[in-house]
């Protein structure tokens, strides 16, 4: 068995071209692609960070923004624990269909995921959506909002690592959903399957 | 001595002093005699030395002068060598001046020779020969033609560039041509001309126009349905042959550029993408026009919300051709491979700019769009399957729900493999597992409430009933199916990775799909929720029955007449409940009846405890639980070390003397010596102070 404590399934949503792929390359790798394709499908890295002296895994899941991996993309947001929704500060149309992501999230995610709302690319000059705006937004939908960049680095790590002890302290309270809401907990226990989608081990 | 000396040593005033130094002095004559004649001996050998001496002097002279000789010979010597090997060099310059010479001079000839053929050859339409001479011009080095520019020759290059360019639209011409009349023969023949007057590249692209505008043709024919008919696989099939001829012109691209005469090594490996990149859009084309038609008949008609199996055929259909357009994408990145050759870096970078040419072309869009197509159409198979199976089983009171669902996720998740798309069946699995767990959860709804009967175990004296209570059996039924759902789960994973495994072309892909498959084990634990929960359902309906024989156990006045039937009447009824329990619930029969009999032996216990036993109680007592704690040996291994404790216990009440009550429990009894005191407190007739006082 691995050495760690938690595994925590975080999953990317949001249009194309936002920054998704760029955020996840510049935590777990710590640079910044250049000239990074549209991603196909979804990608998979993992990060194991430390929250109070424990190993969590983050398990993180990159989808692509393109309508057509649509079908492919919802089927991640069951097992979800946490949906990070990207938009691009500098590109309104990527703010204008946040309400239809939270549809989406709606539709197909778990009602306890932790949902946080980020506003990327704050390292450009051609702002289009203010930060309050973005603020506003994600405090309606009972969101956490984080502006980041993943060019020059800015709240990138913050972003995961707060996600991380979130999730954790839910799992410590036994919040953390273990399958259908409806179910009420089960014994912690995990599968013998590989990973199981369970958090505790 | 001397003289002075000699006189103040002697008086020489005196005789005497003068006699002695006489005597002194004639001493002293008598040993400069003796050493005088001593070197007078010497000096002859001296002599001779000095003469030996000078002679060899003479000898050394003359050595030195041969050596002089020597060393001057040897240095003009050294001298003839640098002078020879400087000629030699010079020599080989001159030789090898002489052979560019030579080159040149055949240079010079081939030149006008060249000149000359190929207007001539051009003229002859002998284009093989006009080709060969300008492969020839091109093969000369530059320093010829300047030569022969320098000696006031007329340029020959213009005449060559020239005729060079005469000769290739005479080739371009006739390759038009040959294209129109579908001369094979000939366009084989021209192409191959291309490489050798350095247009590599026009000859690449004016063949694969041509095999382009075949391939349309051929293409449009695979393409048309003509027929369609709902039970074949009329499109998959119209692409299949589609693919078909786009991979037979690809490849016969690949063969002539290889069987052309050898283009510059460094250019292979451009050329051959270079034809892919012209021929695809057609291929593509022709795929997104069989695709979409496809799409547009295998679409879901929600209108007709009636049988799931109505989209069954589609769903195959679609997924046959999403791995036709993957074979034929594994087929064009091989081409690259099977190239022999290139070398390594020429291989990789071919491989490379082939893989950018899937990426961006339209088929790879096509073949996303098919798969998103049929993820959305199985995700509607898989929900309306596995609710229809729910409902079934809910209105027939219990039926396979499990082998349903298991059934079904079974066959999606291998259609979803058979789509070739690593993408595709982690979306399936995902889907899958989502699918399971609401079936797992269902049936722990289901769980949550058993009948009122759903075993026979009757309280002690009851008749057995004469009729089961009828919602027992499908109750049971349902436990056994959610013991092996769980397992279905697990194994369903372990399958799903072992099939899948060859979709996988990086280690990440790999990773993606066992995390995937891995979303199984939430379905598991699903079932197995689903399975602990009515096991305990079934425990606590057990309940008041094993009170009742609990209370019936430790019964303080036995009923003296039946002793014998009464002992066994537990255990039978025990059996009676094991039996149907292994048959109902074969995976679980063991750890519900622990359960159960673990439950009993508590109650029992306690209620012992607080009751009074008169000899004849305790013996009654002794003999039920011995009874008991044999069929738990046999019948219920987790009970029995508590079915022994109470049987120890029972020894003890049913001892005839106190003092007899040490050699009762048997050895290693599973009773502590404070517990056992407490047991014999129980009997009446035995008093306090003497069981403290008991040694045990
Ligand atoms: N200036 C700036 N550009 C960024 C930043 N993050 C990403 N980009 C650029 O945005 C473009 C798209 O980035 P991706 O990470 O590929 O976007 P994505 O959301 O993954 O897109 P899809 O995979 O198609 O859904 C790239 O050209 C990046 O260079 C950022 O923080 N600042
Ligand atoms: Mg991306």
């Known amino acids: ?201 | 001595m001397s003289l002075t000396l000699l006189l103040e040593k002697y008086d020489v005033s005196t005789e005497d002093g003068l006699q002695k130094a006489l005597s002194e002095i004639e001493k002293e004559e008598c040993e400069v005699n003796e050493s005088l004649s001593n070197a007078l001996s010497r000096a002859c050998t001296l002599e001779g030395r000095l003469r030996t001496a000078s002679q060899a002097y003479c000898k050394l002279g003359e050595v030195r002068n041969d050596a002089q000789v020597a060393a001057d010979m040897v240095e003009k010597t050294a001298l003839l060598a640098r002078d020879v090997s400087a000629k030699v060099r010079q020599l080989d310059l001159a030789r090898s001046r002489v052979a560019e010479c030579q080159r040149r001079v055949h240079d010079l000839i081939d030149l006008r020779v060249c000149s000359a053929g190929v207007d001539a050859a051009i003229r002859a339409h002998d284009y093989e020969t006009a080709a060969g001479h300008v492969a020839r011009f091109l093969s000369m080095e530059p320093g010829s033609v300047a030569a022969a520019r320098a000696r006031g020759a007329p340029d020959p290059r213009r005449d060559m560039d020239a005729a060079a360019n005469t000769l290739r639209d005479h080739l371009v011409r006739k390759f038009e041509e040959a294209s129109k009349k579908e001369d094979e023969a000939a366009i084989e023949r021209l192409f191959k001309l291309f490489p050798q007057i350095g247009r590599a590249e026009e000859g690449v692209d004016l063949l694969s126009k041509y095999l382009a505008s075949q391939l349309e043709v051929s293409i449009r024919r695979a393409a048309t349905v003509s027929e369609l008919r709902g039970d074949a696989a009329v499109f998959a099939d119209s692409l299949t042959r589609v693919l078909e001829c786009g991979a037979a012109a690809v490849e016969r691209a690949r063969r002539l550029l290889a069987s052309a005469a050898a283009p510059p090594a460094q250019s292979a490996h451009v050329l051959l993408p270079r034809a892919v990149a012209v021929i695809q859009p057609t291929i593509c084309a022709g795929v997104r026009r069989v695709c979409q038609e496809m799409m547009a008949a295998r679409k879901l008609v929600l209108t007709d919300k009636a049988d799931p199996l109505s989209v069954e055929h589609a769903l195959g259909e679609l997924a046959l051709a999403h791995s036709r357009l993957q074979l034929y994408f594994g087929f064009l990145r091989r081409r690259a491979e099977v190239e022999s050759n290139m070398d390594e870096a020429a291989k990789s970078a071919c491989s490379e700019a082939i893989e950018n040419l899937i990426l961006g072309c339209d088929a790879t869009r096509t073949a996303q769009d098919v798969l998103s197509h049929y993820l959305t159409l199985e995700r509607y198979y898989l929900e309306e399957s596995v609710n229809k199976a729910l409902k079934l089983s809910a209105a027939a009171g219990s039926c396979s729900l499990v082998d349903d669902v298991f059934f079904i996720a079974r066959k999606v998740i291998r259609r979803s493999i058979s789509t070739g798309s690593v993408d595709g069946a982690c979306a399936v699995l995902n889907e899958a597992g989502a699918a399971l767990e609401r079936c797992g959860a269902a049936l722990r709804r289901r769980l949550a409430a058993p009948p009122p009967e759903p075993l026979p175990f009757p309280p002690p004296g009851a008749r057995p009933p004469a009729a089961r209570e009828p919602g027992a059996a499908p109750y049971l039924q349902l436990v056994g199916e959610a013991a092996a759902g769980a397992e279905w789960a697990e194994r369903l994973a372990g399958e799903a990775c072992r099939d899948a495994e060859a979709l996988c072309r990086s280690e990440r892909a790999r990773a993606k799909l066992r995390s995937c498959a891995a979303g199984l084990g939430a379905a598991a634990a699903a079932f197995r929720a689903a399975h602990e929960l009515a096991l305990g359902a079934l425990r606590a309906a057990l309940a008041p029955s094993a009170h009742q024989w609990a209370d019936a156990l430790v019964d303080p006045d036995p009923d003296s007449e039946e002793l014998d039937e009464e002992a066994n009447a537990l255990p039978a009824a025990l059996e009676a409940l094991a039996e149907e329990a292994r048959a109902a619930v074969p995976h679980s029969a063991d750890a519900l009846l622990g359960g159960v009999l673990a439950e009993l032996l508590a109650r029992a216990e306690r209620t012992m405890l607080r009751s009074a036993y008169s000899r004849a109680g305790g013996l009654a007592l002794e003999r039920r639980a011995r009874r008991l704690a044999a069929w738990a040996g046999g019948g219920a291994p987790a009970a029995r070390e508590r079915a022994g404790a109470l049987c120890a216990a029972a020894a003890l009440l049913a001892v005839e003397r106190l003092a007899h009550a040490p050699d009762a429990l048997p050895p290693r009894a599973p009773l502590s010596p404070a517990a056992a005191r407490d047991v014999l407190a129980r009997r009446t007739d035995f008093k306090l102070e003497d069981i403290k006082r008991l040694k045990l």
């Open chain 1, 1 to 201: 068995m691995e050495d760690y404590k938690f595994l925590f399934k975080v999953v990317l949503v949001g249009n194309a071209g936002v920054g998704k792929t760029c955020l996840v390359r510049r935590f777990t790798q710590g640079l910044f692609p250049p000239g990074q394709g549209a991603t196909i499908g979804v990608d998979f890295m993992i990060k194991t960070v430390e929250v109070d002296g424990e190993k969590v895994k983050l398990q993180i899941w990159d989808t692509a923004g393109q309508e057509r991996f649509r079908s492919i993309t919802q089927s991640y947001y069951r097992s979800a624990h946490a949906l990070i929704l990207v938009y691009d500060i500098s590109c309104q149309p990527t703010f204008d269909c946040l309400p239809d992501w939270l549809r989406e999230i709606e539709e197909y995610a778990n009602n306890k995921v932790l949902r946080i709302l980020v506003g990327n690319k704050t390292d450009r000059e051609d702002r289009e959506i203010p930060r309050h705006i973005g603020e506003d937004f994600a405090q309606r939908h009972g969101m956490y909002f984080l502006e980041t960049s993943a060019k020059e680095a800015e709240n990138v790590e913050r972003l995961f690592m707060e996600i991380a002890v979130e999730l954790m302290e839910q799992a410590k309270c036994k919040e953390l959903p273990k399958y259908d809401g409806s179910l009420g907990p089960i014994n912690g226990k995990t599968s013998s399957v590989g990973d199981g989608s369970c958090c505790l081990r």
